[in-house]
């Protein structure tokens, strides 16, 4: 059973990018209301953000006992990866950034029903390296 203790050292103990997630759960908890939306704006700079603070540190716990060892921070492999979701209006989106060996996508998605509630509508934008960028908008009947 958990105590304020152990839990004051669970959320010592997170890395930076999850204090986010990790407050709404918590606000999720004490008041049973999700916490408020954010804008898909505050969500992009959010996961912009997360992109740009250090990468949080695996358990490294018998890491190291295993022979495993940890590739420097700066290595050319660098790979991340940081996620958000929002709505914007009736339309879910979701905004992605992967950083595959220093080169980053930036990804974009867009789930909604038309006015009419006729139709699906999905959309998905892809941003790459040097500003190459790539779409696509779908839209689907109902049943």
């Known amino acids: 059973m958990a105590d304020r203790d152990t839990l004051h050292k669970l959320v010592d103990g997170l890395p930076v ?8 759960i918590l606000r999720f908890a004490q008041t049973g209301k999700m ?3 954010q804008s898909v704006q505050q969500m992009r700079r959010n996961v912009r953000r997360r992109m740009a603070s250090p990468p949080p540190m695996p358990a490294m716990e018998g890491f190291e ?6 590739p420097p921070i700066d290595d050319p492999g660098d790979n ?5 979701v929002a709505w914007d209006g009736e339309t879910r989106v979701i905004f992605k950034i992967i950083r595959i060996r220093r080169q980053e996508l930036e990804i974009e998605e867009r789930f909604g029903i038309s006015k009419d509630k006729s139709k699906l509508r999905y959309s998905h934008q892809v941003v790459g390296p040097k500003g190459k960028e790539e779409s696509i908008e779908v839209e689907f009947e109902c049943r």
């Open 80 to 84: 991340r990866y940081a996620s958000g």
């Open 65 to 70: 006992k295993r022979g495993l060892r940890m």
């Open 35 to 37: 916490p408020f939306r």
């Open 17 to 24: 990018g999850a204090f986010e997630a990790a407050e709404g």
